[in-house]
């Protein structure tokens, strides 16, 4: 949904892929709620998410899956 997306947007500072994870910073507080969108998304091959107070760790089988999912982010940080 676009309330989503928008929280989304609003949210995450940035998109990150480390080796087979990829690593959301956002405002303070809010990763919790990222990391409950990042599973509403259904992302394939997300192994699972977990949240910190400022970042969101998701786990991916592999390093390219994890580039995969990184650019998936990225467009949707970008879409309308």
Known sequence: SNKYISIFKEAVISIK???NLVVLKTI?????????LI???NLDSV???????DT?????PTNELA???AKT???IMHSA
Request: overall charge negative; charged content about 20%; aromatic content about 0%.
């Open 17 to 19: 892929s480390a080796q």
């Open 28 to 36: 303070r507080a809010t990763a919790g709620t990222i990391c409950s």
């Open 73 to 75: 982010i990225e467009n």
């Open 47 to 53: 192994l699972g998410a977990v949240a910190g107070d």
């Open 39 to 41: 599973d509403k998304l």
């Open 56 to 60: 969101v760790m998701i786990i991916l």
């Open 67 to 69: 580039e995969k999912v």
